[in-house]
């Protein structure tokens, strides 16, 4: 499979010195070719319904099918569905070497502001955000950020959401709010079924403060496609 693939760094909303490779960055699911297991998500989860890879073909790749959600239901899915979407080659979008569909230009010493400009320009076109490449440093950026964080317990909620999920207790705070209603039935349901816990979750937030906790965070999905570190 090669050496360790590179994880992106979030921006710290500062100046970058020199040249850096602007690259889209596309709402996907991450996946690994590895010889012997085939596909696997970085968390070295194995991956579904992904054409096996052929010579020429990246190795490091994100796969999208449209959206996220569609992403994860046919990369996830063990035993196909008849609405379980179907991944294509075209649905492959190499990370290194870098697919000329995700190339966006290239920046010099950019600004924040400039920074920002491009990223809402990326953002307009529908697209989750951009990397910034510099040799080996890759630097996320995105109109919101976001952390990837394991569930290490739950509470059940009070007056209208008895019956349902509360919050989810993290490493990083409690998490109680940007749940719709249907995901409180449906996570608490799991987490009665003990199948709740040690899920990863994305969480957005205003800020990350010293001590390393969230302040105001907000629920934003659940990522099966991700393992607890």
């Not at 693939?5 to 850096?20: C, I, M, Y």
């Not at 979008?93 to 924040?112: C, I, Q, V």
């Not at 950020?145 to 290490?152: G, H, P, Q, R, T």
């Amino acid at each position: 499979m090669g050496g360790p693939f590179k994880t992106p760094r979030s921006w710290n909303q500062q100046a970058l010195v020199g040249d850096w490779l602007a690259t889209i960055k596309i709402d996907g699911v991450r996946a690994i070719w590895h010889e012997e297991r085939g596909w696997l998500s970085r968390a070295g989860k194995p991956l579904y319904n992904i054409p096996s890879w052929q010579p020429g073909w990246p190795r490091d790749c994100e796969i999208f099918v449209g959206n996220f959600r569609d992403t994860v239901r046919a990369t996830l899915t063990k035993s196909v569905k008849d609405d379980t979407p179907t991944v294509l080659p075209m649905h492959l979008y190499g990370l290194e070497p870098l697919d000329a569909r995700l190339h966006w230009g290239t920046l010099t010493n950019p600004t924040p502001n400039e920074i920002l400009a491009q990223l809402k320009r990326v953002n307009n076109l529908e697209h989750e955000g951009l990397v910034l490449r510099q040799a080996d440093c890759w630097i996320k950026i995105k109109p919101v950020e976001s952390y990837d964080v394991a569930i290490i317990g739950v509470v059940e909620g009070r007056g209208k959401h008895l019956g349902r999920l509360g919050y989810v207790k993290t490493i990083m705070g409690n998490v109680s709010s940007g749940f719709s209603d249907y995901e409180r039935e449906v996570l608490w349901a799991e987490a009665k079924a003990e199948k709740l816990v040690g899920q990863v979750i994305e969480v957005r937030c205003q800020e990350v403060n010293r001590n390393n906790r969230f302040r105001h965070p907000s629920f934003l999905r659940v990522r099966p496609d991700k393992l607890a570190s």
